[in-house]
Structure formats: C-alpha cells, structure tokens
C-alpha cells in the first residue's frame, strides 16, 4: 500500500533563517506531488506541484521553492523565513484516479 | 479565479441528527469532486469522492453532485461527536493538472 512521509512535525525558526521540509512516498511510481500551506483558521493554499523528476510549478510567488530529486521525494525550502511563512504545511500525492492523499504535516512557526 | 465557497459555519447539530454541509463551485468545467475531514491540528482525510450527477452513499456518508446547479453537499446521517471536524469541499477543475482547489471548509459540531 501507499504511504506517504513528511518531517519534521513541528519547527519553530527565526526569521531570517533556512527551511528544509521534505516529503517522500512509498508504494507507488510517477506519482503527482504538492505542497500546500494551511494558515491558522484558513483553507488549503497550493504552493508548488510536480508532475515528475526535475519538474516543478508554482502557483503563487513567494520566498519558497521546492524541488523533486527523486521519483518519490519532494522538497520544501527558503534561503531567508518571513513572518508570514508561518502556517500548516502540507505534503500530498495523487496517481491521477482519485483524490489526494496528505502527509501529516508539519506546523512551521517563525519567531 | 476558479472558486470554491462553502459557509465557514460553525455548523452544530445534536447526536443523532442529519448533518448538511454545503458546497458551490465557479468552474462549470469542473470533473471531480472531494470531501475531506480535518481534525484540529491534523491532515486531511478522504472521506468522499463523487464525479457524476446524483447521490453516492457510504455508509453514514451521502454525497450529492449537481453540475447544473454547481453545487455539491455531504449529508451525515445518525450523526456523532466524533464526526466534529472541519470538513472541506475541493473540486479538480478543467484543465488544471488535476490540481485540487479547495473552499475554506465548514466547521461541525456535534453536541452529545
């Protein structure tokens, strides 16, 4: 069966600091992969996806990027935290049948 | 901007009771339809898909698709604290990946 990944579960950073997240999937190949940001109170915002290897698209511009090094892994980073980085993010995967299945996320927090 | 709207609620209905959750979508184009369950502090789960018109049941769960309308609701029956949650609709609309836009979600309660 599927599984997906996705560490740390809580970090708490300064601002101006790095940021790593990264998220990979067990049990299937070629998978679909997304990251999304979830404020405090507020819906699922989509920040990158990834249909394959090197493959990366962005729908909203900001500090992050992301990055896909293997088939089955996906990564989250910034160079310098904002204040307003701050939020649930989340790691998804789909193989295009039905919907997404998430990672159990990690609660970012830049003090 | 393709849209989903639900009502942010807070929805309360007694145990027992038919939960109605309510959901609207701007691209008519739209294919595929979702309903997750969120827990506070928790991920999203799949509890629901439904890609053609009408109803689909599972068990205490009943989804309904109306695409002339653009509209889709979930209907919990025989409803349980346990079901209190945030639930969000999402819908993958044309052309888009199969990218999920999700509404902001309707918060239940169901008190005992």
């Known amino acids: 069966s599927q599984t997906i990944h996705q560490w740390p579960a809580t970090l708490v950073q300064p601002v101006g600091s790095p940021l790593s997240l990264e998220c990979t999937v067990e049990g299937t190949s070629n998978p679909n992969l997304y990251w999304y940001r979830q404020a405090a109170g507020r819906g699922l915002q989509l920040l990158f996806y990834?249909?394959?290897?090197?493959?990366i698209s962005s729908e909203v511009p900001q500090n992050l990027s992301a990055s896909r090094p293997q088939d089955r892994q996906f990564i989250l980073s910034s160079k310098k935290l904002l204040l307003s980085d701050s939020g649930f993010y989340l790691c998804a995967w789909s193989d295009n049948n039905y919907g997404y299945t998430f990672g159990s996320g990690t609660r970012l927090t830049v003090v | 901007q393709k849209e989903v709207e639900q009502n942010s609620g807070p929805l309360s209905v007694p145990e027992g009771a038919i939960a109605s959750l309510n959901c609207t979508y701007s691209d008519r184009g739209s294919q595929s339809f979702f309903w997750y369950r969120q827990y506070s502090g928790k991920s999203p789960e799949l509890i629901m898909f439904i890609y053609s018109n009408g109803d689909k049941e599972d068990g205490r769960f009943t989804a309904q698709l109306n695409k002339a309308s653009q509209y889709v609701s979930l209907l919990i029956r025989d409803s349980q604290p346990s079901d209190s949650a945030t639930y969000l609709c999402?819908?993958?609309?044309?052309?888009?990946?199969?990218?999920?836009?999700f509404g902001s979600g309707t918060q239940l309660t169901v008190l005992p």
């Open positions: 990834s249909v394959g290897i090197g493959q």
């Open positions: 999402a819908v993958i609309s044309s052309g888009s990946a199969r990218q999920l836009t």
